[in-house]
T-cell receptor, first 118, second 115 residues
Framework: AQTVTQSQPEMSVQEAETVTLSCTYD???????LFWYKQPPSRQMILVIR??????QNATENRFSVNFQKAAKSFSLKISDSQLGDAAMYFC???????????????FGKGTHLIIQP | DTAVSQTPKYLVTQMGNDKSIKCEQN?????MYWYKQDSKKFLKIMFS???????INETVPNRFSPKSPDKAHLNLHINSLELGDSAVYFC??????????????FGDGTRLSIL
């Protein structure tokens, strides 16, 4: 079974600065999908960015980018020019392209609580 | 337009009762899911379901059962509620097959509190 580890329970950053959230995962599959979701206090789960494992190019969405290191099984999220609205729980998630061995859904890390200091 | 909607948003009930949470999606997706988020914010898959197959996480007690009247709905029934069932329950949907790269769309969650 796949596991996802987020080693930073909480991170704090000054507004307008850059912060990197770490995520590592364990899998024996060669093809899979990785996601970062944001959960603000409103409880909604909002997709931030996604990456296909067979694509070497790192995904970018405006101020959000990832550093995907397949050999190291690492998928960190970089947030540039942090804004107050970025304050939230951030979850790293893994999805196998194959079902079986358990429910066919996302495997989540335990999350990182991001605090933005004004 | 709400893509994935869950009702109710909050549910407070007593131990031993039976309750249901409803979920509907208008995205045309053929796979739906239920996740449980515990008090430490950890999210775990409970079920995935499409019109062909129900896949159950083996750790889910059989007091929990998904019911799908049609492709757009996946309701969650819980029998004999226990204190440990207190959590936020999220419904989600996505395309299946080649759509595994597509993100899952989540509802706003239902906070279940057991007294």
């Amino acid at each position: 079974a796949q596991t996802v580890t987020q080693s930073q329970p909480e991170m704090s950053v000054q507004e307008a600065e850059t912060v990197t959230l770490s995520c590592t995962y364990d899998t024996s599959e060669s093809d899979y999908y990785l996601f970062w979701y944001k959960q603000p206090p409103s409880r909604q789960m909002i997709l931030v960015i996604r990456q296909e494992a067979y694509k070497q190019q790192n995904a970018t969405e405006n101020r959000f980018s990832v550093n995907f290191q397949k050999a190291a099984k690492s998928f960190s999220l970089k947030i540039s020019d942090s804004q107050l609205g970025d304050a939230a729980m951030y979850f790293c998630a893994y999805r196998s392209p194959h079902s079986g061995g358990g429910a066919d859904g996302l495997t989540f890390g335990k999350g990182t609580h991001l605090i933005i200091q004004p | 337009d709400t893509a994935v909607s869950q009702t109710p948003k909050y549910l407070v009930t007593q131990m031993g009762n039976d309750k249901s949470i409803k979920c509907e999606q208008n995205l045309g997706h053929d796979t739906m899911y239920w996740y449980k988020q515990d008090s430490k914010k950890f999210l775990k898959i409970m079920f995935s379901y499409n019109n062909k197959e129900l896949i159950i996480n083996e750790t889910v007690p059989n007091r929990f059962s998904p019911k799908s009247p049609d492709k757009a709905h996946l309701n969650l029934h819980i029998n004999s509620l226990e204190l440990g069932d207190s959590a936020v329950y999220f419904c989600a949907s996505s395309p299946s097959g080649q759509g595994v790269y597509q993100p899952q769309h989540f509802g706003d969650g239902t906070r279940l509190s057991i007294l």
